[in-house]
């Protein structure tokens, strides 16, 4: 039975492991931060001039927040991705001979996937300042919007592990993945307003915790029209407490379920 000491120590090492890694295939980066870039650029250009919006916010500052969460969620699918390639590898059961702690290689892979994320909003966040975006609020509101991105991608990355535990395909793991998240952030007010959609979508994007993460940061970083009405749903009237219930779920569901799942996988 591992000790918490053993647990953290063992998960800094994997996390640096999988950091390493990073730095000696930097083609992770360069394509984690090339399609960002790409959707900033071409919705703030291509749509932009078609999207109507209430006076007083640019489409730049009302994009912005919708990208960084559409970005960091599938950001997340890379956990699944790699420990799917792990498993295939035969690495798995290289770490399983080893004196170290089961949890320990899913929460390295997380938080390693976390940094990653970290240096996708970086650059999106230069790209958007270079397009017209700005925040309006206080540096703390600031840290705090995408300190809430950041915490919902990490209970996703959770999510996504099991996806590869099960799936053990990196190829399955993208295709099953992208099924799933891409109407999960486009059925939400990401790009558009939530007004532009039939009764049907609306309600289900008003309830969908990627409109709450992306209303949350819109509020954090003062990209809202001062004065404006409230949204009809509580959930977006409250944004950060409703992604932050639903980041707690994840997290509380997944984490046990994959660290359970991994040990059964490995001791295969």
């Known amino acids: 039975m591992s000790t918490l000491a053993q647990t953290v120590s063992d998960s800094v090492t994997i996390t640096k492991r999988n950091l390493i890694k990073v730095k000696r295939v930097p083609d992770l980066i360069v394509f984690a931060t090339l399609s960002p870039i790409m959707f900033v650029v071409l919705f703030r ?7 109507l919006l209430p006076d007083g916010i640019s489409y730049a500052e009302f994009l912005l927040p919708g990208i960084f969460a559409q970005t960091v969620v599938f950001g997340s699918t890379i956990t699944g991705a790699s420990i799917a390639e792990d498993l295939q590898k035969g690495l798995i059961d290289r770490f399983r001979s080893l004196p170290m702690s089961r949890a320990a290689v899913l929460v390295g892979r997380t938080i390693a ?63 099953a993945s992208f099924i799933v998240i891409f109407p999960l952030t486009f059925i939400a007010n990401t790009f558009v307003p939530l007004e532009t959609f039939p009764a049907v979508l609306r309600t289900f994007a008003e309830w969908n915790p990627v409109s709450a993460v992306v209303q949350a940061a819109r509020d954090l970083f003062g990209n809202t029209v001062p004065g404006a009405p409230l949204p009809d749903a509580w959930s977006l009237q409250n944004p950060v407490l409703y992604t932050l219930i639903w980041t707690a779920g994840i997290l509380l569901v997944f984490i046990p379920l994959s660290v359970r799942l991994y040990q059964r996988t490995a001791s295969r």
């Open 113 to 175: 996937d976390a940094g990653l994320n970290v240096i996708s909003i970086a650059v999106m966040a230069l790209t958007g300042l270079v397009v017209g975006w700005r925040i309006h609020s206080s540096l703390g509101e600031a840290l705090a919007g995408f300190l809430v991105l950041l915490v919902f991608a990490y209970s996703i990355s959770w999510l996504m592990a099991m996806v590869g535990l099960l799936v053990r395909t990196p190829e399955v793991v993208n295709n």
């Open 45 to 51: 250009y291509v749509f932009g001039g078609a999207i």
